[in-house]
């Protein structure tokens, strides 16, 4: 007997997008006008497919149906809905429109293009940690996102309970360099209880997400913020020594005291793909002096000669661990064989 042929994972995935369309398909819900409320104005918490949950102004959530004229929606995103006078298979609304984003979170996704992760934020807490691993290189990517995005970020070393003093000193060089580009860092550890009434003081008023890999403690920061939510987390994988994914989609929740957090679904990696090496250079912000002083136009800032970031890491106004990082994002824009879908 001929042995079965295994299907690939882009396989696995059409089938299983069939099977969700003919599902949608069946329960695809017809509401007339007649059979709606007046507009509301409302705010997404989390999204769910082609459902989304809405808040709306007296605090109240509706599970809703999208508009199929909506071509993005995402958690934080400000809307135009109207409520069902019934309950339709747990639907009780639909949302009918996006109000414009002040501010917006993307990465590229292999399937999705450029795809949205949170909208109208204010600051974003970029969380690592000392297990799985502290990883520089994500907290670079995030960085370039935020000064794009014109974001607010703010650095916050996790699990610092767990800091031994060689490590401690290892990552200290890494933080010493963002404190002096002018970055805010925190210290925080869930177990300790440190460095939760700093993340506290600066959510009030604000609309925040928590960022980071898989396994940084994101979900356990949100639970001691806010208790009462009771959010399931894992512990790091004991064989794989890596994060398990806890937050399976964004959603938003209201901070006691004020203001507005969104908890992310962690990741492996945060590409930049969908950005030109142009936008790259805007977000290391002490690169900025020397940009445009390099000998020739096209300079690629690696052996070119006369270039003044190679000068400036020469003469130490330019640290050699973030030209290296800068030039491994570089890297990865030429390397990914999908980049020119994204530009």
Same mark, same amino acid.
């Given at each position: 007997?001929?042995?079965?042929? /295994?299907? @690939?994972?882009? *396989?696995?995935?059409?089938?299983?997008?069939?099977?969700?369309?003919?599902?949608?398909?069946?329960?695809?819900?017809?509401?007339?006008? $007649?059979?709606? $409320?007046?507009?509301?104005?409302?705010?997404?918490?989390?999204?769910?497919? *082609? %459902?989304?949950?809405?808040?709306?102004?007296?605090?109240?959530?509706?599970?809703?149906?999208?508009?199929?004229?909506?071509?993005?929606?995402?958690? =934080?995103?400000?809307?135009?809905? !109207?409520? =069902?006078?019934?309950?339709? %298979?747990?639907?009780?609304?639909?949302?009918?429109?996006?109000?414009?984003?002040?501010?917006?979170?993307?990465?590229?996704?292999?399937?999705?293009?450029?795809?949205?992760?949170?909208?109208?934020?204010?600051?974003?807490?970029? +969380?690592?940690?000392?297990?799985?691993?502290?990883?520089?290189?994500?907290?670079?990517?995030?960085?370039?996102?935020?000064?794009?995005? =014109?974001? /607010?970020?703010?650095?916050?070393?996790?699990?610092?309970?767990?800091?031994?003093?060689?490590?401690?000193?290892?990552?200290?060089?890494?933080?010493?360099?963002?404190?002096?580009?002018?970055?805010?860092?925190?210290?925080?550890?869930? /177990?300790?209880?440190?460095? +939760?009434? *700093?993340?506290?003081?600066?959510?009030?008023?604000?609309?925040?997400?928590?960022?980071? &890999?898989?396994?940084?403690?994101? $979900? @356990?920061?949100?639970?001691?913020?806010?208790?009462?939510?009771?959010?399931?987390?894992?512990?790091?994988?004991?064989?794989?020594?890596?994060?398990? %994914?806890?937050?399976?989609?964004?959603?938003?929740?209201?901070?006691?005291?004020?203001? /507005?957090?969104?908890?992310?679904?962690?990741?492996?990696?945060? =590409?930049?793909?969908?950005? @030109?090496?142009?936008?790259?250079?805007?977000?290391?912000?002490?690169?900025?002096?020397?940009?445009?002083?390099?000998?020739?136009?096209?300079?690629?800032? &690696?052996?070119?000669?006369?270039?003044?970031? &190679?000068?400036?890491?020469?003469?130490?106004?330019?640290? &050699?661990?973030?030209?290296?990082?800068?030039? !491994?994002?570089?890297?990865?824009?030429?390397?990914?064989?999908?980049?020119?879908?994204?530009?």
């Amino acid at each position: 007997m001929a042995k079965a042929k /295994k299907l @690939t994972k882009g *396989q696995h995935r059409r089938i299983k997008k069939n099977l969700a369309n003919k599902l949608n398909k069946e329960k695809d819900i017809v509401w007339q006008d $007649s059979d709606l $409320s007046e507009q509301l104005q409302g705010v997404i918490i989390s999204r769910f497919g *082609q %459902h989304a949950d809405v808040e709306n102004e007296d605090g109240e959530i509706f599970r809703c149906n999208i508009r199929r004229t909506i071509t993005s929606l995402v958690c =934080g995103d400000n809307v135009v809905w !109207r409520q =069902g006078k019934e309950t339709q %298979h747990s639907i009780t609304g639909v949302i009918e429109a996006v109000h414009q984003r002040k501010s917006e979170l993307s990465r590229p996704d292999v399937y999705d293009g450029v795809k949205p992760i949170a909208a109208n934020i204010d600051q974003i807490f970029i +969380i690592s940690s000392v297990v799985p691993v502290f990883n520089p290189d994500i907290i670079d990517r995030y960085l370039v996102a935020t000064e794009l995005s =014109g974001i /607010k970020p703010i650095i916050v070393l996790n699990k610092i309970d767990l800091l031994d003093d060689e490590t401690k000193a290892e990552i200290d060089i890494h933080l010493d360099l963002y404190k002096e580009i002018g970055y805010e860092i925190i210290f925080a550890s869930s /177990k300790v209880e440190q460095g +939760i009434n *700093q993340i506290t003081e600066r959510l009030i008023d604000k609309t925040s997400i928590f960022v980071g &890999q898989s396994g940084v403690g994101k $979900s @356990t920061l949100v639970n001691t913020l806010m208790p009462e939510l009771d959010i399931l987390t894992h512990d790091v994988s004991e064989n794989s020594g890596l994060g398990q %994914h806890t937050t399976t989609v964004a959603r938003l929740y209201h901070f006691p005291s004020g203001g /507005k957090l969104i908890d992310s679904p962690g990741i492996r990696e945060f =590409g930049l793909w969908h950005l @030109t090496p142009q936008q790259v250079d805007q977000g290391f912000i002490e690169f900025q002096d020397y940009f445009g002083y390099c000998k020739f136009r096209d300079c690629k800032h &690696q052996n070119d000669p006369g270039c003044a970031l &190679q000068q400036a890491v020469a003469d130490g106004n330019i640290t &050699q661990i973030r030209f290296d990082s800068y030039q !491994r994002i570089i890297a990865s824009l030429d390397s990914n064989k999908l980049t020119s879908r994204f530009n």
